[in-house]
């Protein structure tokens, strides 16, 4: 079973910047896409981001421009860079890893508020 652990979280203000971490128990390449999702209080999980194996990325339009997914194989990391946050930003922030019918790896979430 791999592990992800998140890391990073935090308060913030708005129009400030933070970086979260993904820490995988295997390495980068084993997992064929990996994602970072949120959920704010009372709404449905979403997705922010994701990766694939192959590097190919994918934002929602929320986020678009303002956040960024990198990865280190050397550390097995993956990072989601976020910039010019806003109030609407604030949530619990998850790791996802998946191979459709395959795999399904979930993180245990990192905690992102953004407060003036």
């Known amino acids: 079973q791999v592990q992800l652990v998140e890391s990073g979280g935090g308060l913030v203000q708005p129009g400030g910047s933070l970086r979260l971490s993904c820490k995988a128990s295997?390495?980068?390449?084993?997992?064929?896409?990996m994602g970072w999702y949120r959920q704010a209080p009372g709404r449905q999980r979403e997705l922010v981001g994701s990766i694939t194996v192959a590097g190919g990325t994918y934002y929602a339009d929320s986020v678009k421009g303002r956040f960024a997914i990198s990865r280190d194989f050397s550390l097995n990391t993956m990072y989601l860079q976020m910039n010019s946050v806003e109030f609407e930003d604030t949530a619990v922030y998850y790791c996802?890893?998946?191979?459709?019918?395959?795999?399904?790896?979930w993180g245990q979430g990192t905690q992102v508020t953004v407060s003036s």
């Open positions: 295997t390495a980068l390449f084993n997992i064929n896409t």
């Open positions: 996802r890893g998946w191979a459709r019918a395959r795999y399904d790896y």
